[in-house]
């Protein structure tokens, strides 16, 4: 059957081609269009193949080569020829091998008044221009010029043609060449008027296609440097923008703004950012650094980088970038295992860091069964000290419902009881609206401050009668010798107010704080303190739902952007804080908001008022660099109440952002602080992140080019007028707040029971002690037993913080070190099993000095393990030399894990090392059948799985890439030869699955994915075969009593059952554009079954006579 068909077929196109029979052409034409109207596209494929595309080239020639061409033949054979050519992606080269594009023209010219006839070869020639080269040929031969008759100004008589003339255009204007063709002939112009007089005729929207395809032409064009200037100098842009403003609401004009908004953006001057150097404004003078480059002037060219004088080229090559290039492929590379990376007698200096394998206890009584329940009375009166069995014990909060009664609210239960339930206190309050107190929501029971600004006034009031002076509260210096009277003052200031307002908080001590941050050292000397960090945080009762993205806030924040260009007559423009200029910069009588950012982890580099309410934001690139802005923190004060300030940081770098998915930014509020809810919350409204006009100078091997900047907006109603609040990306956590957080650690600890060493891994290039912890249970006694029980405990290694940016991954390690030290019957297994070592912030340097990535020398130390120096990577060194040895003495650890925090993704989740894995995914030709893996590093994520609220199996990966060869997790796994070894990434934003789905992450969350991971490593053990019968039974008591669901991790032990989740999606393309240099596929263009519908709408009506036109709202249909 189906090789009778290939016959028939192939019988009628070769007699179409050879015969010189009118009737039979007509015949075998109606006979193809009759085959072709019907099925799928697979025959009109298989056409192809048999050649039909030439066949029917061939005829057309042919056919219109004779002295009088015959329409009867043409028009059905165009049709024919539109139908096949939109699926045959070498139409374009057949045509122009067959000459069919010149007498296509030829037929066009003649047929300028005969309209029928000349929309058929618009549809021929638009399936022509979809090849580049072919395009570019049309345009040499004068097929723009044709055009440009045809489109004319508003009309009601042949729109159909009209359509597909702009059509075509807009087809051949995707070419390089013809787009220059158009500017030097200053068809830009006429565009811009031919556009505006459509747009303002079409008030009925009937001819919305033909406008959109006019400004696609002008899109074309403006990807040219020389079109965007023709565009500005035609007024384009103020055109353009008055055009669209009338009509922004209107749902049929969709693809019209949308496309509008792409000129506009593209055509907006690019400029320099407006900062005096793109080099960090902190340098520091570290071994190894080549001073950073001469300052050149730049001009216009430096921040082009569309590269416009290639080429033209085909855009039916598919060059489909190999997303798996990075994968590691060296079988060798995945297997074998290094040499040590430095003189093995070296390795002698780390058994100072591992005490607990020779220390005697002799202290202890050799007196097993000791009480073991002291720690309570003997702690109890350290008001720090949790006093409940629970992980992190009582936050107290005052529930001011009942009548100004205090009540002790449990903030946290035992860490088994809200496995994969969340914490039990969550309760979704419903969504907020924009422009909400976030205090409101964090508060549920707060006296009730809303933006309205009713409550405000007791506020007020209430500060009043105290006088605070906010700036003093806010920055409290902390110079070392209260020698001058005014730090007296302040000193005692600080006394009386925290005598007056602060409430105890757990882990934390405002002057144990203070002493602290007295001993940081920072490069900028930071002289004043963060009033959050200083004074604390308690975390928010419940967590706060992602925000809603509101249609079309993009759109509009940018077409307030581009009203700066052609309105600017509110622009303001005035830089009211610099890191780089003479300080002071602000007259603190103007009526603007005041900024700072010169305390620890601080990041904002400068700020522009541009409007009344809106400024303009530059953070500080990392110390050393010219990169890495993302992260920020400033305090900013002077507000007014209930006004919605607009904030744009301006040089942000990563091409997308959490910030286009529902996330918001951290604010925290100095009076709400001294109202007894000192709380970082998350806030922000009309939140987007987006490509801006600005470009970014980089030395590349010494050529400047310009790097593109991205704009992260976000309005805020701050809580109070005249209050003092900071802003960050994330929940800051300094290194001054780790280092009082050990202390208080330590004193919390009940030394009988819990073994808990704090020390010096080594110092970094600034001069701060990195610190390490060691974490076990103390042994029984000292009896030789115990003590060989007590050095036989199996390692846990787990590190944070590399990236000082991700102070995500500081809450969960906070979580996990009080969950460690905590009474909490699964800590205390874990401890009498393990030993833990902790290097909580591997980048000390980084963090204080308010850097995203990098270390003082300016390197990402996640690229340092490879071969670190003990000079230039400290803290890698020694972390890398920690590991060697214990790994020398046959103690390397079961699991090493090393925290970080996810911009781009939700949820928490694990990256680990698999051979296999890596082989499969790249479909390397290497045989795996003979590998031998261990698939254990599989089981660890499960478990999380299971257990954490927040974790989730499907964002895990375990491929191993050639960039991420120098990273702790692959070289760990590597050189060392820990099979499970992990990065663990929480998500900036917070979880679309799970308990918490729908949700940011507050600290709570965060700190609770800590403790889950201790006890995925106590289960991971239970299911390992080397597990004592002894833990055993005791975990088994203790899990099942606790939870009956906890069964199936013992009774599964050593199975592996559960089946990996699907893939979860990574985020779906933002409903808004973000970027506009969009290639052809996302244009609103021709698409296959449009053109068909239009030649179906046309074979319909032709007995209707020429002057038929296209009825009122057909425009409006068939926009895809
Ligand atoms: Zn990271």
Known sequence: MAEQEASGLQVLLHTLQSSSDRESILTILQLLGDLLSVGTDRRIRYMISKGGSEALLRTLVDAARTASPDYVILLPLFRLLAKVGLRDKKFGQ???????????????????????????????????????????????????????????????????????????????????????????????PILIRLNQDWHSHDTANSFVLIRLALL???????????????????????????????CLDDQSLEPVISIALQILRQCYPKSPLPLVTTSSAYSFPVPGIVTSETPRVLTEEDYEDDGEEEEDKDSDSEDVKEEDDDLETDVNKLSSKPGLDRPEEELVQYKAMCLELSCSFEELESK????????????????????????????????????????????????????????????????????????????????????????????????????????????PRISASFSNSTNRETAEFIDRLLQTHLKPMVFHDPYLYMAKARRTRSVADFTRMAFPDFWGHCPPLSAQPMLQRKCGVQRIKILEDVRRLIQPNDIINKVVFSLDEPWPLQDTASDCLQFF?????????????????????????????????????????????????????????KPNSQFNYGMQLTLYSVKEALLGRPTWVRTGYDICYYKNHYRQRTAVMGAASGKCCYTLTFAVTFPHAKDVCYLAYHYPYTYSALMTHLDILEKSVNRKQVYFRQEVLCQTLGGNSCPLVTVTAMPESNSADHLEQFRQRPYQVITARVHPGESNASWVMKGTLEFLVSSDPVARLLRENFIFKIIPMLNPDGVINGNHRCSLRGEDLNRQWLSPSAHLQPTIYHAKGLLHYLGSIGRSPMVFCDFHGHSQKKNVFLYGCSVKETLWQAEATVGTSNLLEDVSYRTLPKILDKLAPAFTMSSCSFLVEKSRASTARVVVWREMGVSRSYTMESSYCGCNQGPYQGLQFGTSELEEMGAMFCLGLLILELKSGSCSHQLLTRAAALLNAEEESLDFYLQSRGSSSSSIASELDDEPPCLEEIEYGTDSSSDQEVSFSELDQQIQECAFHKDEGEEEEEGTGQGRKAIP
């Open 94 to 188: 057949k045509a122009l091998e067959l000459e069919a594009l010149d007498v296509t023209l030829i037929l066009a010219r003649k047929n300028l008044c005969h309209s029928q006839n000349l929309l058929h070869c618009l549809w021929a020639l638009r399936v022509f221009a979809s090849s580049v080269t072919t395009a570019a040929m049309l345009g040499i031969n004068g097929a723009m010029e044709l055009l440009l008759k045809v489109i004319t100004p508003y009309t009601q008589k042949h729109t159909r043609v009209i359509r597909a003339a702009a059509e075509v255009l807009a087809a051949l204007l995707k070419s390089k060449s013809n787009s220059r063709r158009a500017v030097n002939r200053s068809y830009v």
């Open 216 to 246: 696609l032409c002008l899109k074309h064009i403006a990807k040219l440097r020389s079109g965007r200037e023709a565009f500005l100098a035609a007024q384009g842009m103020e055109i353009l923008y008055s055009t669209i403003q009338n």
């Open 368 to 475: 097993p069964g000791d009480d073991l329940n002291s720690d309570e009375t003997e702690y109890a009166n350290h008001r720090h000290i949790p006093t409940a069995a629970s992980p992190k014990g009582l936050c107290l909060n005052k529930d001011r419902i009942s009548g100004g009664q205090e009540k002790e609210v449990p903030v946290q239960n035992s860490l088994l009881s809200r496995v994969k339930m969340g914490r039990s206190s969550i309760h979704l309050t419903s969504k907020r609206g924009p422009g909400m107190n976030s205090y409101r929501n964090v508060h549920p029971n707060g006296p009730g401050i809303g933006s309205s600004g009713n409550d405000v006034s007791d506020i007020q009031a209430s500060f009043r009668e105290d006088a605070w002076d906010m700036d003093v509260i806010s920055c």
């Open 597 to 653: 950012s010169v305390f620890e982890s601080g990041n904002l580099r400068k700020a522009i008022q541009v409007r009344e309410f809106e400024y303009d934001l530059l953070v500080n690139a990392d110390v050393n660099s010219t990169q890495h802005q993302q992260w920020f923190y400033f305090k900013v004060s002077g507000m007014k109440a209930a006004v919605p300030y607009r904030f744009n940081i301006i040089n942000c770098e």
